[in-house]
């Protein structure tokens, strides 16, 4: 069991957990993720490590409510606790010094990016973030990443905040600027298929962490299978991060929308049973 420290709301459909996981804290790298389940009927759901306090023995997790699991986890409190954690998970980021690192996020793939781009720095590279939002309450972390970053670039796709630009549009303004040595990319599958193909003719070593869906995090369900470099791997073993050069993602966007419609009635489902009762008051 893992006590939760703090569940907070960021966004209507954003949380922030900190919560007891002291062997994560104590082994987790930057690009590593989590397996939780919140109750001993619980599904098993990947997450990326956002942040780790090794002293407090604590985690920091970011989760966009989009299902059973996810809506149940956003009404946990302070006190309550987690079925179980397991991890970390994956390989870590190739971290080493390269020279000029651009780091995109997109979304809620800004909090997995977050330790990313500060391990780069620590490592001595110049770091340039790029981080993209639908608009600028929707925005994470900002703050956090100007304070590790030589420079961090903002982009809104209705313009409320920062440049009205997708992130491709500011990676491109910076290629045309300076040198770029290589790419890490986290965020929808589109934004990393466009940062991809941007970055695939001038031979931009181009990092991509993919969401696929798991089961065991183990290679041994083959639920978060991917075709990458024609081959098959395997996201929670092989993975999470692959170059992006090689990933069909055609493939990893037919695969993610498998089980869309069975979450969708699960969703409605229990959102239906969190409600009976309430109308007799």
């Known amino acids: 069991m893992h006590t939760i420290h703090s569940n907070d709301l960021v966004q ?3 949380g922030r957990m900190v919560v007891d996981a002291p062997y994560v804290a ?16 619980g599904e098993r759901i990947p997450l990326t490590i956002a942040d780790a306090d090794k002293d407090k023995g604590t985690i920091t997790l970011y989760y966009q409510i989009v299902g059973v699991t996810t809506r149940k986890m956003s009404l946990l409190k302070k006190g309550d606790h987690l079925q179980d954690i397991a991890g970390p998970l ?16 997109g979304g809620i793939g800004i909090a997995p990016l977050y330790p990313i781009s500060r391990a780069m720095k ?3 590279n110049r770091v340039v973030n790029i981080l993209g939002a639908r608009s600028k309450d929707l925005l994470i972390l900002e703050d956090e990443l ?15 905040y920062g440049k009205k630009d997708f992130v491709t549009g500011a990676l491109r303004d910076l290629m045309a600027k300076e040198k770029v040595d290589i790419v890490v990319a986290i965020g929808p599958v589109p934004m990393m298929k466009a940062v991809s193909d941007m970055t695939r003719e001038p031979a931009i070593r181009t990092f991509v962490s993919l969401n696929s869906i798991m089961v065991d995090g183990t290679g ?6 991917v075709t990458v470099g024609g081959g098959t791997k395997f996201t929670c073993v092989d993975g999470p991060e692959f170059n992006g050069h090689e990933v069909d993602f055609g493939e990893l966007v ?8 069975e979450e969708r009635v699960s969703d409605e489902k229990h959102k239906h049973a969190c409600r009976i009762g309430l109308d007799r008051n």
Do not use: N, W
Not at 26 to 38: D, H, N, S, T, V
Not at 254 to 261: E, F, K, M, V
């Open 12 to 14: 209507p459909t954003l």
């Open 26 to 41: 104590e082994y987790r790298k930057a690009g590593q993720f989590i397996i939780l389940r919140i109750d001993e009927f």
């Open 90 to 105: 994956g390989h870590p980021t190739d971290v080493k010094r390269y020279g000029t690192v651009a780091c995109i996020g």
């Open 122 to 124: 620590e490592a001595g």
């Open 146 to 160: 100007r304070a590790i970053g030589d420079e961090t670039i903002v982009c809104t796709d209705d313009g409320s």
């Open 220 to 225: 041994m369900c083959g639920g978060c299978r």
């Open 254 to 261: 037919s695969r993610l929308g498998t089980y869309r419609g």
